[in-house]
């Protein structure tokens, strides 16, 4: 038995798998002013041209250029875990196997995303980008990014996420980016904000709101935004995480997985490992595939499925998906990235077609998981992570009461050595459980009246 399984870098996936290829019925289309599907031509002041064309592509294999394979090398192949430790503790009859993307240097799935994104920016003649972070993850990645390749970085930083992880602001200051908290002074839409709501938690919806509008206020045009989740390039990217693992499993002879689990907040390292594994679905293969969110913010089980808004101030065109309304601001939990009120249209479309099935877990059981996974496994994860974790504890006790020798796999989507103030937290008892109250569920949803409605289209397969 192979506790790491490893590839190697003449193994790396050339390609990115795009679902949109292979869904049986495809996903809304994106809506502009008016309520007309918007063309490629209206993305252009917002991301480059090659990115775009990405966004809405439907070729099922897109080549991996072989400059960002290049910069990818430095912590990919990633290994595939065996969490034989956790297995003994739990007493399950189950293979309990983990993608660890903790290892690329910014110790998430974010830069697989990042490094593309920098890359084909800097093709395009941009000089620099925008971006707003949750948890510091995605600011952090893109920074890196920027760096190796050699563009400015402007990062937005949800206010309570800036305040609890000062150090993950100095990684981004140590990658040469600039980081500030969100709302901030330095846009239209963190003015209007602070002056509405001055004690704001701050929100990921507000912080894109302030990074797309300084992107597209530049003067010269030299200036992009990029996003860490929740489009369709996004996802594509982070396909390589799915594509390793199924080619570890296979040169260790195991089965293709029961059960496959990642934390969703705007659905990228989810959807990263999940993809392509729903293409084996889509062609006959039996597996549970589960985005899990926080019960503070229960976008996929409680949220309608609407067109909805991406940011606050309302300036993305309308995306079909899974939403708690555009103006909502979750509570402060640690989980900063899981802090975001919609879910990727490709995730969301795969979960109307029943492929998909979400489920929210919360933050109480998530850090206990958090804590049996240190002291089994000895990793410290991150919060976002921990939802993950504890699903995969959920469903490796159900495989020992059913007695199924079942194969689980998950994304280990990043480490918490910056996040230990959410341990310290749960640790002093400061925590307690937090279920967002269908009242306010009910409030949010009367935020999208009057917005298209978007039709649950599917195949009825599964
Ligand atoms: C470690 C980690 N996992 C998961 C997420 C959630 O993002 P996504 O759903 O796009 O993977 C984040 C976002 O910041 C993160 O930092």
Redesign the pocket.
């Known amino acids: 038995m192979d506790r790491k399984i490893l590839l190697q870098e003449k193994d790396i996936p050339r390609q990115w798998y795009n679902l949109a290829a292979d869904l049986p019925t495809p996903p809304l289309p994106p809506l502009g002013p008016g309520g007309k599907p918007i063309s490629p031509e209206m993305l252009a002041p917002v991301f480059p041209m090659n990115i775009i064309e990405q966004e809405v592509s439907t070729q099922r294999w897109i080549p991996i250029p072989e400059e960002v394979l290049d910069m990818l090398y430095r912590w990919r192949p990633a290994p595939l875990r065996r969490a034989v430790y956790l297995e003994r503790h739990l007493k399950t009859p189950a293979r309990i196997y983990y993608k660890d993307e903790s290892t690329s240097p910014p110790?998430?799935?974010?830069p697989n995303t990042a490094v593309p994104q920098a890359w084909y920016n800097k093709q395009f003649g941009i000089k620099r980008l925008t971006t707003e972070?949750?948890?510091?993850?995605?600011g952090s990645a893109l920074a890196f990014a920027c760096k190796l390749i050699g563009l400015e970085c402007k990062v937005f930083m949800v206010r309570i996420s800036f305040d609890q992880k000062p150090f993950r602001k100095l990684m981004m200051q140590v990658w040469g980016a600039n980081c500030v908290a969100s709302p901030s002074n330095e846009t239209n839409a963190g003015r209007k904000i602070l002056a509405e709501m001055p004690d704001t938690p701050g929100s990921l919806g507000i912080a894109i709101s302030e990074a797309i509008e300084q992107a597209v206020t530049d003067p010269k045009g030299q200036t992009r935004y990029s996003l860490?989740?929740?489009l369709n390039h996004?996802m594509l990217h982070?396909t390589i995480i799915g594509q390793e693992a199924k080619a570890q499993l296979k040169s260790i002879n195991e089965k293709t997985p029961d059960v496959i689990i990642?934390?969703?907040?705007?659905?990228?390292?989810?959807a990263?490992l999940a993809f392509p594994f729903t293409a084996d679905k889509i062609n006959g293969a039996k597996i549970d595939i589960i985005p899990v969110e926080p019960t503070a913010c229960p976008k996929m089980t409680k949220g309608p499925f609407v067109y909805d808004f991406g940011d606050t101030a309302c300036t993305t065109p309308l995306l079909a998906m899974f939403s708690l309304g555009h103006a909502f601001v979750p509570a402060p939990i640690h989980a900063?990235?899981?802090r975001?009120h919609g879910m990727?249209p490709l995730v969301c479309q795969a979960i109307v077609e029943g492929l998909h099935t979400p489920r929210a877990i919360d933050q109480i059981e998530c850090y206990k998981a958090a804590m049996t996974w240190a002291q089994t496994e000895g990793a410290i994860c991150?919060p976002?992570?921990s939802h993950a974790v504890a699903a995969a504890i959920q469903e490796a006790n159900k495989a020992k009461e059913e007695g199924k020798e079942k194969v689980i796999l998950f994304n280990y989507?990043?480490h918490g050595l910056m996040d230990l103030s959410g341990y310290d937290a749960y640790l002093s008892g400061k925590l307690s459980p937090y279920s967002l109250p269908d009242d306010e569920i009910r409030k949010a949803g009367e935020t999208l009246k009057g917005f298209p409605p978007a039709a649950k289209n599917k195949s009825g397969k599964w």
């Open positions: 110790g998430s799935h974010k972070t949750g948890a510091g993850q995605w860490g989740s929740v996004v982070q990642g934390c969703a907040g705007g659905g990228s390292n989810f990263g900063g990235g899981l975001y990727a991150a976002e992570t989507s990043g």
